[in-house]
T-cell receptor, first 109, second 114 residues
Framework: GQQVMQIPQYQHVQEGEDFTTYCNSS?????IQWYKQRPGGHPVFLIQ?????EVKKQKRLTFQFGEAKKNSSLHITATQTTDVGTYFC?????????FGTGTLLAVQP | DGGITQSPKYLFRKEGQNVTLSCEQN?????MYWYRQDPGQGLRLIYY???????QKGDIAEGYSVSREKKESFPLTVTSAQKNPTAFYLC?????????????FGQGTRLTVV
């Protein structure tokens, strides 16, 4: 079946360092969404990318959708302790979202 | 306030018992979804419903059942046939099933079977 993989599974950074998580799909996606789940919480929508090669920014967060629409990345510049959580990508498939395995980000003050 | 509500937040059951998890939304969304979350495994799709009175199996439907008799409600029953039911269960809804809209999640139910 369709799979969406994310790397790394876990990353620990010092506050102020940059962070990137990568998402790869086994098939071409109609769109890619990104969610953040704080510890003990539920996933919350961050952004959606639809076009091939699209890049979107939200303050310190930069999201990119690959040219072939099979991969995506999330980059955080100068991490803060409030960035702690698990970041999921989710690929648009027929009538459903296929979630990636997630990347757990730990930020040390 | 509009939103999606799951209850209860924590649930304990004895092995061999069926248990039903509640999910209600007042967002007037057509599509609803149940995901299971285990440590290090992300979100896995159990069942989904594109519209009332219709639902489809996801990737890990064995041992689970659902119903969609009302647009607002999509309860999930964890049956005794589910071999490893202890997990965090998340319900989500989307405006339509075409997946080009964001998913709204409930707070989740943490089920522990002893």
């Amino acid at each position: 079946g369709q799979q969406v993989m994310q790397i790394p599974q876990y990353q620990h950074v010092q506050e102020g360092e940059d962070f990137t998580t990568y998402c790869n799909s086994s098939t071409t996606l109609s769109n890619i969404q990104w969610y953040k789940q704080r510890p003990g919480g539920h996933p919350v929508f961050l952004i959606q990318l639809v076009k091939s090669g699209e890049v979107k920014k939200q303050k310190r967060l930069t999201f990119q959708f690959g040219e072939a629409k099979k991969n995506s990345s999330l980059h955080i510049t100068a991490t803060q302790t409030t960035d702690v959580g698990t970041y999921f990508c989710a690929g648009g498939a027929t009538n459903k979202l296929i979630f990636g395995t997630g990347t757990l980000l730990a930020v040390q003050p | 306030d509009g939103g999606i509500t799951q209850s209860p937040k924590y649930l304990f059951r004895k092995e061999g018992q069926n248990v039903t998890l509640s999910c209600e939304q007042n967002l007037n969304h057509d599509a609803m979804y149940w995901y299971r979350q285990d440590p290090g495994q992300g979100l896995r799709l159990i069942y989904y419903s594109q519209i009332v009175n219709d639902f489809q199996k996801g990737d890990i439907a064995e041992g689970y059942s659902v119903s969609r008799e009302k647009k607002e409600s999509f309860p999930l029953t964890v049956t005794s046939a589910q071999k490893n039911p202890t997990a965090f269960y998340l319900c989500a809804s989307m405006r339509t099933a075409t997946s080009n809209t964001e998913a709204f999640f409930g707070q989740g139910t943490r089920l522990t079977v002893v």
